[in-house]
Structures are given as C-alpha cells and as structure tokens.
C-alpha cells in the first residue's frame, strides 16, 4: 500500500527555533500533499496545500511566513516552521495523494510529528 | 458553507455494534471518507463511498445517500481496540477534503 514518511516524529525545541518537518511518498508519487495541524481532542485542521513545482495556498489565518511550505519534488514536501512560540506547539501532520487519481484516491497520512516549543 | 455533522462522542459496549453518523452540506459531491484516528497518531483510511448503498469491509461497513447528504460507518463485533475517533470527510467538486470534528468512540468492557 502507499506509505507516507513523515520526520521527525518528536521535537522538543526552545521559543524562537526553526523547525524543519519533511513529508515524503516512499512508493508512489504525489503532485498534492497536505499540512494538518491538530490540537488536544480536536480535529484535523487543514493549514496548506502543497503543490509540486508551485506555491503552496495557505488556508484562511494560516500566516505563510510563518509556516513556509516547499514542494521540490513528486515525493517531498516539507513545513518549516520559523521562529516557534510555545502556541506552535501541536501535532503536525502530512498526508500525500497518490497522482494516479482525484477519485477514490484516498489520503495517505505520515505518522505526525509532536511538536513541543518550551 | 460547507459543514459535515457527527457526533462529538458515542459509547459502545465490546461485542456489540455501532453505527456512527455523518451529515454534510458541500459544494459538490465526489466522494465521502471514514478514517479511524488512534489518540496521538495520524488518521488511517477505513472506507470510501462515491455510490449510494453500503460497502462491506469486514467488520466494518459505511452506507452512502447522496439524495440525503448523510452516511454511517457501523462496526460490528466492537473489540477494545475499536476506541478511537472517527472521521468523516466529503471530497468535494474542486477536490478538496472537507473534514468533520470526528467522533471519539468509547468502548466498555
């Protein structure tokens, strides 16, 4: 089946870091993947749609200097997070569509990574 | 807008079966999606309905009216393991996954 890798699974970092989250298709290619965010006991919110070749379309309230999204690749996406503040803190999560299809295609979802800002 | 609506919670008892709901309200219809999400792990895919009528998966099965804008996922057979949120997501006509707040399953022994 299609595995999404995403890394790292755990940071722990001081206020003001930058931190990088890379979201990779190991065995098929993905021209969309996603960026989800989730809180405690709340559900998936999406943050960005990440194109490959183009620029990421942030969703309403998402600051896109903040949370800068490259799409280099049919297998790689990656989130970087400047300058984290301990509100940054969440659970951050990819997902890849497979290019083969926009109909059944479901989302294939990387593990998550935690992040904690201290 | 587009909403979905499920149940912020339900609670089941193991060996018996659930049927968890899920209304929507979207621009436009191409799917509708179930994942099962464990606390503190990313969501896992369980079924897809573009069709109208019930698709069986083991123990688990979602039925799809279009006319009604409403879906269920019902497990049977709930098992300990079972517990965990569930998803609703509907694509819509751009292709984009609108999601529900998910329903946190709880079972008892």
């Known amino acids: 089946g299609a595995v999404v890798s995403q890394h790292p699974s755990w940071v722990i970092c001081k206020s003001g870091t930058s931190v990088k989250i890379e979201c990779r298709s190991l065995?098929?290619?993905?021209?969309?993947m996603f960026w989800y965010r989730q809180f405690p006991k709340q559900s998936l919110m999406l943050m960005a749609t990440?194109?490959?070749?183009?620029?990421?379309?942030?969703e309403q309230g998402v600051e896109k200097d903040k949370f800068l999204i490259n799409h280099a690749s049919l297998t790689l996406s990656t989130l970087t997070v400047t300058s984290a503040h301990p509100e940054d803190s969440s659970f951050y999560i990819c997902?890849?569509?497979?290019?083969?299809?926009?109909?059944?295609?479901?989302?294939?979802f990387g593990d998550g990574t935690r992040l904690s800002i201290l | 807008g587009q909403n979905i609506d499920q149940p912020t919670e339900m609670t089941a008892t193991e060996g018996a079966i659930v049927q968890i709901n899920c209304t929507y309200q979207?621009?436009?219809?191409?799917?509708l999606f179930w994942y099962q999400q464990h606390a503190g792990e990313a969501p896992t895919f369980l079924s897809y309905?573009?069709l109208d009528g019930l698709e069986e998966k083991g123990r688990f099965s979602s039925f799809l009216s279009r006319s009604k804008g409403y879906s269920y996922l019902l497990l049977k057979e709930l098992q300990m393991k079972d517990s965990a949120s569930y998803l609703c997501?509907?694509?819509?006509?751009?292709?984009?996954?609108?999601w529900g707040a998910g329903t946190k399953l709880i079972i008892k022994p």
């Open positions: 065995d098929f290619q993905a021209t969309t």
């Open positions: 979207t621009s436009g219809f191409n799917g």
């Open positions: 997902s890849a569509r497979d290019v083969s299809g926009q109909g059944s295609q479901p989302q294939h």
């Open positions: 990440s194109n490959e070749g183009s620029k990421a379309t942030y």
């Open positions: 309905n573009v």
């Open positions: 997501a509907v694509k819509n006509s751009n292709y984009q996954l609108i």
